[in-house]
């Protein structure tokens, strides 16, 4: 069979020429409004040592358990492809010494993760994130800010009706007898849970509240909340966090936040803030993007106990929601120049011409060799271009070309061969 029968790999996708102003929109805003909290960009590998994600994220999670892109590579190490930017971030910080460092140091990143899932609407095995992790403060204000940083982004992109919802899962100190509430409570009801938790409830019963299936949903209504479990210095945070978001909703910074006993997050670093952002669509993937507080990560990791706190926001769900409102963004590169030359000669003027007005600015193509003027002609306007510069055998003689607009009909002069006189006319 031919080699155009391969495919991506499921779960995969080619962001094509089309698509990249979009791209090119939300990653530049994203790193524009990071930049202006105070942001800054940090860049980690694509791939890490596999036990600083088991270790990390959690054994006992989805993403660990299921959905890891782990090999071993030609030297016997086992890599894996990263699931997620918080593990990865908060391993620079240990290794790099980022705790010398005035606190918290504030980061963001952008890239590509890799999650065996089961692909579908907004779900895919290698994805992109925006995501940002204030470490070294503890305190509700960073969480405060951190929520207002995403959804200023969102919110800046034109999104409307989106929602964020806000929870408190306690710490160590609090959580564990939260925890056990929870199991009792499953347990009297154990034959109304899904198939998946009927038995598992025990070891993680935070799981069941983040199920989305029907009677997981439904018994989990009535379920011990971790908010009225929480321990004085959790409780103090959550009323701190309230209250930040309270005036900057008083300020107009967020539209507004609802309390959600149910928000657990999927992964097993996470203490005290969780949160999440949801577009005004439900539909399929409904979440565009969460974080929450891991207080104990970097501990876990083997660094200095300190905070952090972080989100992460799914690009592939934030285009899909741009393009259900109809969100226009602005316009890919746009072509100034396509060179048409006659002959030979002419060609090979026009390559150096080209190169010259590339390097005033202008964005440049040389039309095709071997082919008649009016063909030539097509294919500028094909290529949306603003101007052709024509040259044939006799111009070049006479030392001129001919730049004629492709935007305004009958719009032509007459320009010498030198690239600033044809960067200035085509201004
Ligand atoms: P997460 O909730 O696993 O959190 O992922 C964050 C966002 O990434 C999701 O809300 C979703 O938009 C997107 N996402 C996740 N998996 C997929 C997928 N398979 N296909 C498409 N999009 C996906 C984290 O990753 C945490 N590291 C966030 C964080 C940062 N917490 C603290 N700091």
């Known amino acids: 069979m031919a080699s155009s029968s391969f495919q991506a790999p499921r779960g995969t996708s080619d962001i094509l020429p089309e698509d990249q102003p979009y791209w090119s929109y939300v990653w530049g805003t994203a790193a524009s409004v990071a930049a202006s909290f105070g942001y800054e960009r940090i860049d980690t590998p694509i791939f890490e ?23 071993d590579d030609l030297g016997g190490d086992s890599i894996t492809l990263k699931p ?69 982004w969102l919110a800046s992109l034109g999104l409307t009706g989106l929602s964020l919802s806000i929870n408190s899962i306690g710490d160590g100190v609090c959580r564990p007898g939260h925890l056990a509430k929870l199991v009792e409570y499953f347990s009297e009801r154990e034959d109304g849970l899904c198939s998946d938790h009927k038995g598992r409830y025990r070891s993680n019963p935070l799981r069941v509240l983040d199920c989305k299936k029907a009677p997981c949903v439904s018994v989990s209504g009535g379920a011990p909340r971790s908010v009225d479990d929480l321990c004085d210095d959790c409780s103090d945070h959550w009323d701190e966090l309230r209250r930040t978001l309270d005036l900057l909703v008083g300020e107009g910074a967020l539209s507004g936040y609802e309390e959600n006993a149910r928000l657990v997050r999927g992964l097993d670093y996470y203490n ?125 003689e006479n ?12 719009d032509q002069t007459e320009v010498s061969l030198d690239p600033a006189v044809i960067a200035e006319a085509s201004r």
């Open 84 to 152: 997620d930017g918080t593990a990865p971030v908060c391993r620079a910080y240990i290794q790099r010494g980022m705790h010398n460092q005035p606190q918290p140091v504030r980061l963001f990143y952008q890239g590509p993760y890799f999650r065996y899932e089961r692909p579908q609407a907004g779900r895919f095995r290698q994805f992109h994130q925006f995501g940002v992790e204030a470490i070294g403060d503890a305190s509700a204000q960073v969480d405060a800010e951190v929520i207002e940083l995403g959804w200023s």
């Open 272 to 396: 005290r803030t969780v949160f999440e952002y949801e577009p005004a669509e439900r539909k399929g993937q409904s979440t565009i993007g969460g974080g929450g507080r891991y207080d104990p990560l970097i501990e876990i990791l083997g660094g200095p106990p300190t905070p952090g706190i972080g989100f992460a926001i799914g690009m592939e769900r934030v285009l899909l929601n741009l393009k259900a409102q109809g969100v226009s963004v602005p316009g890919g590169p746009v072509i100034d120049i396509v060179c048409v030359h006659i002959g030979d000669a002419a060609h090979d003027r026009m390559l150096a011409l080209a190169s010259g007005l590339r390097a005033t600015g202008r964005t440049v193509i040389v039309a095709p060799m071997g082919r008649g003027m009016r063909s030539q002609m097509r294919y500028a306007n094909s290529k949306g271009a603003r101007y052709a510069l024509i040259l044939g055998e006799r111009d070049l």
């Open 49 to 71: 040592e596999t036990a600083l994600f088991s270790r990390g994220v959690g054994e006992e999670t989805e993403v660990v358990e299921k959905q890891m892109y782990s090999f």
């Open 399 to 410: 030392g001129v070309a001919t730049l004629r607009s492709l935007k305004t009909d009958d």
